[in-house]
């Protein structure tokens, strides 16, 4: 029996293949749910009764179940209505609608520590709302939200390994097979871990330098 | 039998979150009040390898470690152990907030009066920071109750096993079953949530304000397991 | 008639069952500084914030050199890019530039184009002397300078009028100098200006007539010299006793 080390060094090129796919569903989902993040966190606090209640129904529902659920309901529940949806676009999709209710939360918070003088301000000058909300809100919002978004994106990576419950060929996924072939199933996860914990590490040293590059002194 | 699935989904839960509080207590107030080597060197880098490692590899890594040094694990005492213990590393950062926001004032008063740190611990901080952090710990509950649903994937049958089993039995609409999943575990985050807001106001001191205005839903800690 | 820039006839406006504003009505000519005094809570913001319609009034008409924009069917927002806003807390945009703050308007509001519209920017930083700041952040100017930039916000759009409330309350004492001396410049070039001011060597300097307010009706008004050596209110002269104390 090798060693753990040349061990890891033999399955490598699988899991990170594994990696490569997990990183991608990541990465769609995360545009998926800022777009909607952006969206519903503007639309519950400008916009009428109707589109508040509606937003709020999708938060909460998204919020007070599992991502597992979710990502089932998609991949194993639309089929019975006789929609079929690939194992990585359900994936993407659920994650994407799930961080899209957390991502709003986060931009409706970033929202309301907005000062209203810069609204009052922004419509003294002639804005109407959407150019007030468009080039004074929306950017303030967004940079208030940083701190916040990139916690977002650790979580998605770690919770992208939910896809292989939905047979996604993920690097969990990558992890499974391997294991059954070499039947180091320990090992092989250990390294998958290994894996997630560098993924994490980067992106997160990324987005602070990122972070600090984009500082804008005061706020 | 969803509901029996549910009833073990809950079992996981408590357990989960008990051995969270048993994990989280201690290591929450050696955290601010325990030597600094230790917490740099040890603390500190278990917290980031908690936050950065998902609850599922965990879970694998227990199961299987466990099979490897000859001990055979259950599906769910694996599972309790890694989510509790993921758990009790979030629950520790809840204590630890709630102790930094305490204000350093009240142990000081209590030096005064001649208690010793320990005791100035055990009576003065701990039951005002307890009270702190009931708002965040709403939120670790439901966290670990949705994250319950990973046992799913080492055999247990908790509420989706059960949903899945249906579904093969009977050749059920699967999206039938699973939404009433998913509303059997809205419900219980929803039941369990207004539950710690009655503990939480039950307990609550005039004065001494442990929840702010203004708080979302399922609260207002953001910062939670899927 | 022709030189009338402003006309509020009847303004009344209330929140809740609070009445803030009882039938209030005021002349403005071009070129004019007005002052508004009074206790707080008269409703001297109130006033100018109705006057653009940012919090329009209940009842009242106004005219702005003729038009009513109290009138269905106007464009509040055109009426407010010509009106300019000066604040009490400044309210710059944090997240742009001194330069931004003042050019977003502009390109923004008017449509001008960003070479252009950065020359006409960079022309009102240098009127409030301030062309040196035009890379800062509101976050990294003394509340003075803020203020200036503020006023340069709304000086960009070439205003009919200007509307100041309470523009160096927020200040420290040794900051109001650098930016009543910008308003007094303002007022000498010929800009139509309300204020609403404690600062009474201000305005006993640069207002055409001092209006007090008390209790959300205007009453009293004149020039400076006879509203604060002899006004005929009983109200007014206690107001201005008070406040002279504290000099
Ligand atoms: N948006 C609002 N909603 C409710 N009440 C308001 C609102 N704005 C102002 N008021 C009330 O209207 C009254 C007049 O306020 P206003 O700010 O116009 O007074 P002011 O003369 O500017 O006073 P100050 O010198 O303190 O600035 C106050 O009683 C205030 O509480
Ligand atoms: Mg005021």
């Known amino acids: 029996m090798t060693s753990f080390f040349e061990y890891a060094i033999e399955i490598a090129p699988v899991l990170l293949r594994g990696a490569s796919m997990t990183l991608q569903i990541v990465a769609l989902a995360i545009v998926l749910g800022i777009a909607l993040g952006v969206l519903v966190g503007l639309a519950r606090v400008y916009a009428g009764r ?170 | 039998m969803l509901l029996e699935g549910a009833a073990e989904t809950v079992r996981l839960t408590a357990l989960m979150l008990a051995l969270g509080a ?68 979030y629950q520790s950062q809840i204590v630890r907030g709630a102790i930094q926001s305490v204000g350093s004032g009240q142990m000081l008063a209590a030096r005064a009066i001649g208690m010793s740190k320990w005791r100035a611990i055990r009576f003065i901080v701990i039951p005002q920071a307890l009270r702190l952090a009931l708002p965040p710990w709403s939120n670790e509950y439901a966290g670990v109750l949705k994250e319950s649903s990973l046992a799913y994937a080492l055999g247990v049958t908790e509420l989706m096993r059960q949903g899945r089993y249906i579904v093969a039995r009977t050749f059920g609409n699967s999206l039938l079953v699973y939404t009433v999943c998913a509303a059997i575990y809205f419900v219980l985050v929803f039941l369990g949530i207004r539950l710690l807001r009655k503990v939480e106001q039950r307990f609550s001191v005039p004065g001494f304000d442990a929840a702010p205005q203004g708080r979302a839903f399922f609260g207002r800690d953001l910062e939670s397991s899927r | 008639m022709t030189d009338l820039t402003l006309r509020l006839e009847g303004i009344c406006k209330s929140f809740g069952s609070l009445s803030v504003l009882k039938d209030v009505d005021l002349d403005v000519n071009k070129g004019e500084t007005k002052v508004l005094m009074g206790p707080s809570g008269t409703g001297k913001s109130t006033l100018l914030r109705c006057i653009n319609l940012l919090d329009p009034p209940d009842t009242g008409r106004i005219w702005l050199d003729g038009r009513e924009i109290t009138a269905k069917g106007i464009n509040v927002d055109e009426v407010r890019s010509s009106i300019g806003m000066v604040f009490q807390d400044f309210n710059l945009f944090t997240h742009l530039t001194a330069l931004d703050n003042v050019r977003i308007g502009l390109v923004r509001v008017k449509g001008v184009d960003k070479k252009t519209a950065t020359d006409m920017a960079m022309e009102e930083l240098r009127r409030v002397d301030l062309a040196e700041k035009a890379a800062s952040y509101p976050a990294q100017l003394s509340g003075g300078q803020q203020q200036r930039v503020s006023i340069a916000r709304a000086l960009a759009l070439k ?59 205007i009453v009293e008004k004149g020039p400076p010299d006879v509203m604060f050596t002899s006004p005929q209110q009983v109200r007014t002269r206690d107001f201005f006793r008070r406040i002279g104390e504290r000099h």
């Open chain 2, 22 to 89: 048993a994990v989280g207590l201690p290591f929450g107030v050696l955290h601010v009040y325990g030597p600094r080597i230790l917490r740099v060197a040890v603390l500190d880098p278990i917290v980031v390898f908690f936050r950065g490692i998902p609850s599922l590899v965990l879970m694998m890594i227990i199961y299987f470690g466990a099979s490897e040094i000859g001990l055979d694990l259950s599906g769910f005492i694996a599972s309790i152990l890694a989510i509790g213990v993921r758990s009790g590393i």
């Open chain 3, 159 to 217: 205003p009919r009028l200007i509307l100041f409330d309470e523009p160096t309350s927020a200040l420290d004492p040794e900051l109001t100098g650098e930016v009543l001396k910008v308003m007094s410049r303002l007022a000498e070039d010929g800009m139509t200006m309300v204020i609403a001011s404690h600062e009474i060597d201000f305005a006993r300097s640069a207002a055409d007539e001092i209006v007090f307010m008390a209790d959300g009706r």
């Open chain 1, 50 to 219: 109707t589109a508040y209640a509606f937003c709020t129904v999708y938060v909460e529902a998204i919020r007070g179940t599992p991502l597992l659920v979710q990502l089932f309901l998609l991949y194993f529940g639309l089929p019975s209505v006789g929609i079929y949806i690939s194992s990585f676009w359900a994936a993407v999709i659920g994650m994407g609608i799930n961080s899209g209710a957390y991502q709003s939360e986060y931009f409706r918070g970033a929202i309301q520590s907005i000062r209203s003088g810069q609204m009052l301000a922004a419509r003294s000058i002639g804005m109407n709302r959407r150019q007030a909300i468009q080039s004074i809100i929306v950017p303030q919002m967004l940079r208030r939200a940083l701190p916040s978004w990139s916690n977002e994106l650790m979580y998605m990576i770690k919770y992208s390994s939910l896809a292989y419950m939905i047979q996604t060929p993920e690097l969990m996924a990558a992890a499974k097979e391997m294991s059954a072939q070499t039947f180091r199933t320990f090992e092989t996860f250990l390294l998958a871990g290994l894996i997630y914990l560098v993924i994490v590490a980067i992106v997160s040293r990324a987005l602070m330098s990122l972070e600090n590059r984009i500082k804008i002194p005061g706020l």
